[in-house]
């Protein structure tokens, strides 16, 4: 609930706002013919995301062609700064988001726990991957997001196979990770690795002794591997999908010991007042019109029946690492905290 | 610039005014203003020492994290700040006092990297001196390795030096045109060359103004937010602004407001210790009339042609590469790929002034920006006539309050703000950044209106008082009539400082107001380098545009 109620962004929405209409009733003359069906009360809503600024764009852009009487204003930044920022305003007066679409499932198990989040079942549930959706009902996933390694074609000619391989001391000063105090991917990864036998401690002592680069977060990574300042990169996939089909020398490996992934999970604060759009807006993230455009924008899916973006591997040519929800939960901060020990002293 | 005599010299309307007693419009006024700069400066400034003082933070300061930051800060803003001063004197005597060529264009050009904010500073020397420009990349491919990566404290002091050396050209320049040349062609007489007569008489007198403007860059670099962040923290150099934003931005430390109150108190006491510094060696100067004699240019002799080139390589390199850079990262078709004609696109550009975000953020920062320009300009207007105009200790001490955020870093008034927030219920509304702009800014339009002011004789006035207006009536329509220009011109400095902001909104943002600034470093932040360079490309170019034409019609 914002008060920015000025003239002049008004003015100048309202002018974006014609002119997006003007496209959409152009373009798609299909979507126009759904809304008679579900049309809600006018609302607006708050949307916490660390989805990237564009996608996040797109995506309202999207949703209002389908309920063009809800308007939704959108807060973009890493799941860390925004998880701080509820934390904040719990404090001083209430939660100011209605909708929170981050990184991973920890962060909402956490919120579910404490009775912040609303329960809802999105429409057409069982289309969707099972594994993403949360039993009690709280959240529900939305996109899979590995994290892998990615190489920079030009300078990298033997892509590293796996976590373990990233130890030698050939890419001494070549990699480049993000920050899990700012990405949630990250936190949520350093959890991951340091419950995995195979991995653990041991080998982030061993990776730390690398001198990896740590950026903030994800996007400034694959920007580091796909110019070549740091060669190899710990990156999630579909940032280096992107880029290869910009044209940008960048490839990606899925190591063989196994990916974490996030699976961009939404849910709704107990305290909405807009419970209906919010709804809305959440059925559209997992129906099929806003899975295909998860898939456009580069992101695995949720659902079967939508495709995968190109040059992805679906998801049973990769191994998967698929710990304990509740084992990460408990252990991430600390995990957190150790990666900071090792990488950030 | 050194010494802004707060009062003038009206004693005849302060003897009438002692002997008549009775309060009037003026005092009202004067009452009026007081609790202005109370609830603008004086609180923000109080709740930061309460919450700093209430409760044991001392422990947080000895903290490895904060000592090292505060170690990194302080060397990084004086280092930075001798630089600039040494930078900024020698431009300054170069252009004033000797027959470079080109001069006139020389100065405009070597003046603009302080019209471009310093994180689109810092965004466009990535492409020069980032790991993968195209020099590193050229050099990497020949020697095997990058020969100079602008990444960490070196290159956080290069762009600090760069962004601030305009302020202590403008400060010499100024004093310069104080010294009578006469001096120097005493000692020109007495047998001394003219180097020797330039390095040996005017320098020195140049001291009270090189302090001066070493205290205020350091100040300013202190305290810059968008230099470090973008160009520091990837080499891991952490200065206290940035570490500020992180405590405050990503919980990694339990009760991040005390805390970071803690911090801004030590960043104040910094900055009064450096103003203290200020008055005693400064102040301690030679007073000199000004002279109406035209500067006698020193003549470069057989160096001309050679100062002259390298000056104007040095300043086509501060001022146009970095422009070049933006364009080239903007229309580069992908991170990577080589720089080739088949490789440029207008996509980026095109996408990112499309961007509802970035949009929403210029929509906002402009509104903030025109409301911040109108209230300081009015509340700056009446502070700096009264200042002027009237006697008394409550004016003088008011002139005095209105003053101290010139001395304050940006971030302090920043978290003094985000502290009382709530209370105000002003949490996670945009006018938050509005009255941080207010306290930040106030002083620049006070400043224009109260120094011409001052020098302006006050028979006019008295010639109202004379003809029957009241005390009010007087300061209203003659002072306040008088210096209107001037707060004008103080406004629009206020508008296009606020404008293209990031320090105080990046601290105080809430969701749907966000600023322009803020849009640019989130791009930034999220990898979106195309899109960050195609807004700071047009920042740039738009803000030296607006300056560029309107100093030139005053100078």
Request: proline fraction near 6%.
């Amino acid at each position: 609930m914002s008060r920015m109620r000025s003239t002049v962004p008004l003015a100048l929405l309202g002018v974006a706002a014609i002119a997006l209409a003007g496209c959409s009733s152009s373009t798609s003359p299909a979507a126009t013919a759904e809304p008679a069906a579900g049309a809600l009360e006018p609302a607006t809503i708050t949307l916490y995301t660390s989805e990237p600024q564009e996608k996040a764009d797109e995506l309202v852009a999207a949703f209002n062609e389908i309920h063009p009487e809800i308007t939704v204003e959108v807060f973009r930044a890493g799941t860390g700064d925004l998880t701080t920022r509820v934390a904040t305003e719990r404090e001083s007066g209430g939660i100011q988001a209605d909708v929170f679409l981050a990184a991973d499932a920890g962060t909402f198990e956490g919120y579910a726990a404490e009775g912040l989040l609303l329960e809802y079942t999105p429409a057409d549930v069982e289309a969707l991957n099972a594994d993403v959706v949360d039993a009690e009902g709280f959240y529900t996933g939305t996109r899979i997001i590995p994290t892998v390694i990615a190489y920079n074609t030009g300078i990298i000619t033997e892509a590293p196979e796996s976590w373990q391989e990233l130890t030698d001391a050939a890419y001494a000063d070549q990699i480049v990770m993000p920050n899990p105090d700012v990405s949630g991917a990250a936190a949520y990864n350093a959890a991951v690795w340091l419950d995995d036998e195979q991995l653990g401690e041991e080998w982030m002592t061993a990776l730390a002794e690398n001198r990896p680069v740590i950026a903030d977060s994800n996007g400034p990574v694959s920007q580091a591997v796909a110019t070549g300042a740091q060669p190899v990169g710990i990156v999630v996939d579909y940032l280096v999908r992107e880029l290869a089909e910009q044209g940008s020398p960048i490839a990606v490996s899925y190591p063989s010991e196994g990916v974490p992934y996030v699976s961009q999970p939404v849910g709704i604060f107990a305290d909405t007042e807009q419970a209906e759009a919010a709804q809305a807006f959440v059925d559209f993230l997992v129906s099929e019109e806003g899975q295909k455009l998860a898939v456009e924008q580069s992101y695995l899916p949720v659902r079967s029946d939508v495709g995968t973006p190109e040059g992805a591997p679906s998801m049973d040519e990769i191994t998967i690492l698929s710990p304990d929800l509740e084992t990460i939960r408990s252990t991430q901060d600390a995990a957190v905290e150790t990666f900071r020990s090792l990488f950030l002293r | 610039m050194t010494s802004t005599p707060l009062l003038p010299a009206g004693s005849a309307i302060r003897a009438r005014g002692a002997v008549r007693r009775r309060t009037d419009g003026v005092d009202a006024l004067v009452v009026a203003l007081w609790l202005a700069c109370g609830g603008l400066i004086l609180l923000p400034i109080g709740a930061l020492l309460v919450l700093a003082g209430r409760g044991d933070q001392l422990g947080v300061l000895l903290h490895g994290d904060v000592l090292q930051a505060g170690a990194n800060s302080l060397f990084s803003a004086t280092v930075s700040a001798l630089a600039a001063v040494v930078i900024g004197t020698t431009f300054a005597v170069l252009l004033d006092r000797t027959d470079l060529p080109g001069r006139t264009v020389l100065r405009l050009l070597a003046l603009s990297p302080l019209l471009m904010p310093p994180f689109v500073g810092a965004i466009a020397w990535l492409g020069i001196a980032g790991p993968t420009s195209p020099l590193n990349l050229w050099w990497r491919g020949t020697f095997g390795a990058p020969l100079w990566s602008i990444y960490g404290a070196d290159g956080v002091i290069l762009l600090l030096t760069i962004h601030s050396y305009p302020i202590a050209m403008l400060i010499v320049s100024a004093a310069l045109r104080r010294i009578p040349t006469d001096l120097e062609q005493a000692a020109r007489i007495s047998g001394a060359g003219p180097a020797r007569a330039l390095t040996s008489v005017t320098v020195p007198l140049l001291r009270p103004a090189l302090v001066s403007s070493f205290v205020l860059i350091a100040v300013g670099n202190l305290a810059d937010f968008g230099i470090p962040s973008i160009i520091g923290l990837p080499e891991r150099f952490v200065t206290l602004a940035t570490l500020v934003y992180r405590y405050l931005q990503s919980g990694t430390v339990d009760d991040p407001l005390a805390v970071v109150a803690t911090i801004g108190v030590v960043l104040l006491v910094l900055a009064l210790l450096a103003l203290v510094a200020d008055g005693l060696l400064a102040r301690r100067g030679w007073e000199l009339d000004s002279s109406n004699a035209v500067p006698e240019r020193t003549p470069l002799g057989h160096a001309r042609v050679g100062v002259g080139a390298m000056m104007w390589a040095v300043v086509l390199l501060i001022t146009v590469l970095p422009l070049l850079a933006l364009l080239t990262q903007t229309l580069l078709r992908a991170p990577g790929v080589p720089l080739t004609w088949e490789n440029l696109t207008l996509d980026h550009l095109v996408r990112a002034v499309t961007t509802p975000s970035a949009l929403a953020g210029a929509a906002n920062s402009t509104m903030l920006a025109s409301l911040a320009a109108v209230i300081c300009g009015i509340l700056g207007l009446a502070i700096g006539v009264v200042v002027a105009r009237t006697s008394g200790r409550a004016p003088r001490a008011l002139g005095a309050v209105a003053m101290v955020p010139q001395a304050i870093p940006g971030i302090v008034i920043a978290v003094a703000w985000l502290i009382l927030a709530p209370s105000l219920g002003l949490f996670n509304t945009p006018w938050l950044i509005l009255v941080a702009y207010v306290t930040s800014f106030t002083a620049l339009v006070v400043q224009a209106v109260a120094a011409p002011l001052s020098a302006t004789p006050t028979s006019a006035e008295e010639a109202a008082r004379v003809a029957g207006a009241g005390r009010l009536r007087a300061l209203v329509d003659i002072s306040a009539r008088m210096a209107t220009p001037a707060a004008v011109a103080g406004a629009v400095i206020v508008a296009v400082t606020a404008v293209r902001e990031l320090t105080l909104s990046v601290l105080l943002l809430s969701p749907g107001s966000q600023t322009l600034g803020v849009a640019i470093f989130n791009f930034q932040q999220a990898g979106a380098f195309s899109t960050a360079s195609a807004w700071s490309l047009i920042v740039a170019l738009v803000g030296l545009a607006v300056i560029g034409l309107a100093t030139r019609r005053t100078s």
